[in-house]
């Protein structure tokens, strides 16, 4: 059993186990993850009715995304693996989109899209080597203005753009389920940025009282 | 979620991420048992003070082995612990996201009770650490490069006022950002102390913000630091850098001058013999020397932790958390987010 997280869009918590969805709990607001992530995470565990100590491993979406929000999902991920002593499981968030639209549609290549604000998006495009295998990166991950994107991706061919405002966390508990078995890659430590650190000096909050 | 099992010495592992600190700790009632501390200090030097994008970065990636170098030098398993508690506020919002992140599902995956605690308060815990502890009420002067803010503690888990706060910059901001003035560096606390040493504190007359009659009407107990700031500015344009040792030790006076006095102010004014020192600012030893100087002179008792336990950590927070199970205290709904201006009388974030 697979406890999953990904909070790239909203705050989705899910747990999987060979290949079946057993529960996924979400929240849509795309600011409060903070809020929503122990709630989530409880919900998925008491609704089934299992202790933490039943999950052999925990799967997070590493983004791209928002970086406040991606990082509360990430940062959780990795203390319940601590705490617990199980692996935890990185992958990229598109990829985990990918593989959810493929059992619907079973297309051969796909550009995976998610908003990046500031009139950017996010990207990654993917081929499917057969139907039912694991999407493959082609391009990217990467974060460009629509006209950058349809010029980077001139070159891909044939393929169905799939623009996404919401990942499941269900999908990226699925995905890094078939990666563990198939014995493919993880994602390193560090999320999916895209986006160096503006550079802002901190300054004293403004004064809320008297 | 859990219920506390041990109301007399709770074991409670503290987190704290609200500035560019990484700090775990972890007390078992009023004893220390670990307090480890990852700065990001040196990632913000070439931009002269702390960027919370990479702030925020660097705690996701030293929160693991912070944690678990804290477990290490205690010697503590997660399990046995009896809480968690971590900063929701104030701060940096995304930095305490990542703390409250980490926090939470330690707490659901460890089925332990969760404390939401108010950084500044925490600063004042810390002092429960020291084995002789103040007595209450004190006022706390809490300097950093965050906040600077003039606290009467009455009781610390019921009973926090904030008699005043910065209206600008925070001292240790200004140490930062006159230390660029001078092309000292970054942090600015430890290069003004070098560029001082030996030198004229009172060479150079520089401003003592809200310290005029009618400053103090409005702001008895607030401080303010962008005028000193300017006045340095103003200085070094029209002078050359050849003493640069008095104008370093001047403005530091200055910061130095106006903190206490209106700490010992606070003191006098609400009848209260006790002052105790908290926050990074702290490491400067001329605030120190004269910190003790005056309250001696005033019969004043003061208190000043050790510096790991008066810059921001993990311990504090731990320590704080502790007091509240001790004091019978509840523990946070699961619910609670980051409050980057989180009141101090707000001791704990129920929810
Ligand atoms: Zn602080």
Redesign the interface.
Known sequence: MILAIDSSAGTSVAIVQAGETLIEHNSQNARGHAEAIGTLIEACLSSLQIRPTQLEAVAVGMGPGPFTGLRVGIAAAVSFGVALGVPVLRVSSHAAIALERQSSLGEERMLVTTDAKRRQRYWSAFEFPGPFELPQLVLGPDISSEEQLQVAVSNLGVFTRVDSEWVSAASVGLLSERLQSTGGSFLGSTPLYLRSPEVTIATVPKRVSQ | ?GSIVNREAPLVLGIETS?DETGIGIVRGRSLLANVIASSMEEHAR???????????A???A??PT??ESLRKSNVA?ADLDAIAVTSG?G???A????????????????KP?YAVNHLVGHVGADVLTGDSIEYPTIALLVS????SLLLVRDLVSDVE?LG??????AG?AFDKVSRLLGLGYPGGPRIDEAAAGADENAIAFPRGLSKPKDLQNHRFDFSFSGLKTAVARHVESSDLTHLGSIAASFREAVVDVLLTKALAACSELNVPRLLLGGGVVANARLRQEAIRRCKDARIELRIPPLDLCTDNGAMIAALGAQLIMAGREPSE?????D??L??TQIQDLS
Not at chain 2, 47 to 57: L, Y
Not at chain 2, 96 to 111: E, F, N, Q, S, T
Request: with cysteine; proline share 5%; glycine share 12%.
């Open positions: 979620m500035c931009f002269g003070g702390v960027v919370p994008e990479i702030a925020a970065r705690h996701l990636e929160f693991v944690l678990e997660l104030p940096l919002a995304g305490l996201m990542v703390g409250i992140g980490a926090a939470k599902a330690l707490a659901v995956a460890l089925d969760i490069g965050g906040h600077t904030l706060e910065t209206i600008d910059d925070a901001e699961l619910t609670f987010g980051a980057s201006t009141p101090v």
